[in-house]
């Protein structure tokens, strides 16, 4: 079983996640699959970037949930601890400039951060990021993916039509099972180091697909096939795509 190979926050290893540059660098590498994250601003706008606050990943500081989309937009999202000033041309996305570019040219993944889930059920970010899933007509071409199972299971009312996969970090192969049956989904992530045949088996027995992540060496995706994975989310698709396609 050769798995898909999911660019995980875009083409990370080589360029700064979660930006437009990113999903590039990844669909000139073959990605049909590319991953990425969101969170809300204080205004109520779904923008793509990892982490609750800017500092990591771009020149700026403070908490997204604390700003306004355009104080957001205003700093750099290049990246600089880890490039410096090479992208420093780079904006966070917002999610619907990020389904308008892989549109037509590969599927979206989105995990939905815990950090934005909040008590609205109605108004929140699900339902502003399933809008603009279907604003783009997406619908078949988007998988929302969460840890937090509240958003889950939002999204399975709200868009039933729009695949969910839930992710989890740690967990025995039972929760999973019971994780996925209470959101009705048909993929489940967990992280690498949860893989076991006794997952592997029972989520077969479920009519399951597994996907897991960061799996950045061939070595190590060849290691991880006795789990007949649905996926990998790789920082380097390429290197896992070159791999897949010419085993030897």
Same mark, same amino acid.
Not at 19 to 44: C, K, M, N, P
Not at 146 to 174: N, Q, T
Not at 210 to 230: I, K, Q, S
């Given at each position: 079983?050769? +798995?898909?190979?999911?660019?995980?926050?875009?083409?990370?290893?080589?360029?700064? %996640?979660?930006?437009?540059?990113?999903?590039?660098?990844?669909? %000139?590498?073959?990605?049909?699959?590319?991953?990425?994250d969101?969170?809300?601003?204080?205004?109520?706008?779904?923008?793509?970037?990892? #982490?609750?606050?800017?500092?990591?990943?771009?020149?700026?500081?403070?908490?997204?949930?604390?700003?306004?989309?355009?104080?957001?937009?205003?700093?750099?999202a290049?990246?600089?601890?880890?490039?410096? #000033?090479? !992208? &420093?041309g780079?904006?966070? +996305?917002?999610?619907?400039?990020?389904?308008g !570019?892989l549109?037509? &040219?590969?599927k979206?993944?989105i995990?939905?951060?815990?950090?934005?889930?909040?008590? #609205?059920?109605?108004?929140?970010?699900?339902?502003?990021?399933?809008?603009?899933?279907?604003?783009?007509?997406?619908?078949?071409?988007?998988?929302?993916?969460?840890?937090?199972?509240?958003?889950?299971? &939002?999204?399975?009312?709200?868009? +039933?039509?729009?695949?969910?996969?839930?992710?989890?970090?740690?967990?025995?192969?039972?929760?999973?099972?019971?994780?996925?049956? $209470?959101?009705?989904? $048909?993929?489940?992530?967990?992280?690498?180091?949860?893989?076991?045949?006794?997952?592997?088996?029972?989520?077969?027995?479920?009519?399951?697909? =597994?996907?897991?992540?960061?799996?950045?060496?061939?070595?190590?995706?060849? !290691?991880l096939?006795?789990?007949?994975?649905?996926?990998?989310?790789?920082?380097r698709?390429? =290197?896992?795509?070159?791999?897949?396609?010419? +085993?030897?």
């Amino acid at each position: 079983m050769v +798995p898909l190979v999911i660019a995980h926050r875009g083409d990370s290893a080589h360029r700064p %996640e979660n930006t437009l540059s990113s999903f590039a660098s990844a669909l %000139e590498v073959g990605a049909e699959v590319v991953e990425f994250d969101v969170q809300l601003t204080r205004d109520a706008h779904v923008v793509v970037i990892h #982490d609750a606050q800017l500092e990591r990943t771009t020149d700026g500081r403070g908490s997204v949930r604390e700003m306004t989309l355009q104080e957001v937009r205003a700093v750099s999202a290049g990246y600089p601890t880890r490039f410096g #000033d090479r !992208f &420093r041309g780079e904006r966070v +996305p917002t999610l619907a400039e990020a389904l308008g !570019f892989l549109r037509d &040219r590969s599927k979206a993944m989105i995990e939905i951060k815990a950090d934005s889930v909040t008590e #609205d059920d109605q108004g929140g970010i699900e339902a502003l990021t399933v809008e603009e899933v279907r604003r783009a007509g997406m619908e078949k071409e988007a998988v929302l993916i969460s840890f937090d199972r509240r958003a889950l299971l &939002r999204c399975r009312a709200m868009a +039933p039509e729009i695949m969910r996969g839930h992710l989890f970090a740690r967990a025995e192969p039972g929760e999973v099972l019971a994780g996925a049956r $209470e959101v009705a989904c $048909e993929l489940v992530m967990p992280e690498k180091g949860m893989l076991s045949d006794e997952l592997r088996d029972r989520a077969r027995e479920a009519g399951l697909k =597994v996907a897991t992540w960061v799996v950045d060496d061939p070595e190590e995706l060849t !290691f991880l096939a006795r789990f007949e994975l649905f996926g990998v989310g790789s920082n380097r698709p390429g =290197v896992l795509l070159d791999a897949v396609r010419d +085993p030897a």
